[in-house]
């Protein structure tokens, strides 16, 4: 398939084309140097961004249809992790919403705060300990300054990161909940618009069932209403969760070898009355 005639927005090509084989990108460019193909789409100025990715969920099953929401909203892969009841929760998988099945691991998920501490003893420890001899990424859930400063030297991607400050590596939301923990207290996209402007590396997530994972989108939208750039809320769903989960090889862009799905939208993603087009996967 050859998709012609398109504004790929995150690469920044204005009036280029995009080649898919068996749900891969085997070439991308700009129109001046489109090659032939028999089977053509002719997208006529359409946006076209790479499926979008859902850094943190827990979404274990297809209850209420919500694999089959997400993908029809855009959302081709999420991260499902385990719950944050235990200072060490396991292995942090990346599910395919279209298939419904397990693609990969991408690391460990630990936890510190009011959740482990509610039923577990030394979770300090416990979560120093892990991170100490982990072999693969490790997604620390953490919202307060006081657990957030004790890895702070370490190779950690905080799962909320509410307090973070400076550059940090975190994997933001739920963003359209209550405050319902103490820890919580500093949610907001004013503080997600500090972290933006201090330099983080930030991917949106829903944290589903907190909040739906089919609107992925609007909390990506609603970060533009507060002032973060739209192209670079764009990167919050695509880009920057694929580079915090360590797949940026082969999701999160439009580029050759990348699989995760061309989206394509009749104007900016980011735009409020955007609309879905079709999706090629």
Do not use: W
Request: aromatic share 8%.
């Amino acid at each position: 398939m050859l998709i012609k005639n398109v504004n790929i927005t995150t690469e920044k090509i204005d009036n280029g084309y995009i080649r898919i084989e068996s749900g891969v990108i085997t070439d991308v460019g700009s129109m001046d140097t489109c090659p032939n193909d028999s089977d053509v789409y002719d997208a006529k100025g359409c946006y076209a961004v790479p499926g979008f990715i859902d850094a943190h969920t827990h979404l274990y099953n297809n209850n209420y249809g919500y694999f089959d929401k997400a993908y029809k909203n855009g959302i081709t892969l999420v991260a499902v992790s385990p719950d944050s009841s235990k200072p060490v929760g396991g292995d942090v998988v990346l599910v395919s919403t279209k298939t419904q099945k397990t693609v990969g691991t991408c690391g460990i998920k630990l936890a510190l705060g009011e959740n482990p501490c509610k039923n577990n003893e030394n979770v300090e420890e416990a979560v120093i300990k892990e991170i100490e001899k982990a072999e693969k990424p490790v997604f620390l859930h953490a919202h307060s300054k006081e657990d957030i400063n004790l890895v702070k030297d370490k190779n950690v991607v905080y799962v909320h990161g509410t307090d973070c400050e400076g550059k940090c590596k975190i994997i933001a939301g739920p963003m359209l909940t209550d405050i319902s923990k103490k820890e919580m207290e500093n949610l907001s996209y004013e503080n997600l618009v500090r972290q933006y402007k201090e330099g983080s590396v930030i991917a949106i997530s829903s944290d589903h069932p907190e909040t739906p994972v089919d609107f992925l989108q609007l909390y990506a939208q609603l970060a533009v209403k507060y002032g973060i750039d739209k192209d670079d809320a764009l990167l919050m769903i695509t880009k920057n969760p694929a580079q915090l989960l360590g797949i940026d090889d082969c999701y999160g862009s439009i580029k050759t070898s990348q699989k995760g799905g061309v989206l394509l939208f009749d104007s900016h993603p980011m735009d409020f009355y955007s609309k879905l087009i079709k999706i090629f996967h």
